[in-house]
């Protein structure tokens, strides 16, 4: 699916910032294909594509969202079209390093040091607890909300990325599979007017190591 107004990387990169208030306007089945096609191509970790997403928009279910026990009172969440459970499937990501690895290995496509280091990272991930494989894992899954949040700007969409939520009670709220981890909340929707697009960024000079 192709919509919206044809824009550069850099521009929907200057022009993205965080809505929290949004039309009625729905969003449609469309535009979000076109936003999980984003996150789809991103890169992961040896390939692990780690990255599950669980999709709210009915309305009794996004104002849930808003209340004390799941988001601590972000009552605006009920205005979105949309919100995106981004979650991470720490076996598969596991499974599926493991995966690559072999391949790598079978196919001589990596050899030496190189792939005995990757070898040795995958054992680790393996024998990690959750909490180390979660770290992991969310790295990849942050990775994927970022393009689909770029490829939002694109189709004329606003989003949030959300990160203060009661996991159990998003989980409950949306029947996700206990063995996943949820990582964020990705808001999406029309924006509505009068929004202020600040972008309060440190300079060049702050962020780059002499």
Known sequence: METGKKISVMDAIAKRHSVRAFTQEPVTDEELQALFEAARLAPSSLNSQPWRFKVAQEKEILKEFGKKEVSRTQTWLASAGAIIACCADLSGYVRDSQASAFFFRENKLIQGD?????????????????????????????????????????LGLGSCWIGMFDEQKVKELLGID?????????????PAEGQAVEHNRKSLDEIMLS
């Open 178 to 190: 206990p063995a996943l981890r949820v990582v964020a909340l990705l808001v999406v929707g029309h």
């Open 114 to 154: 190189s792939m005995n280091g990757i070898e040795d990272y995958v054992a680790r991930e393996a024998a990690a607890d959750e909490t180390a494989r979660f770290g992991a894992a969310a790295m990849n899954v942050g990775l994927s909300i970022s393009f689909m949040m770029l490829r939002a700007v694109e």
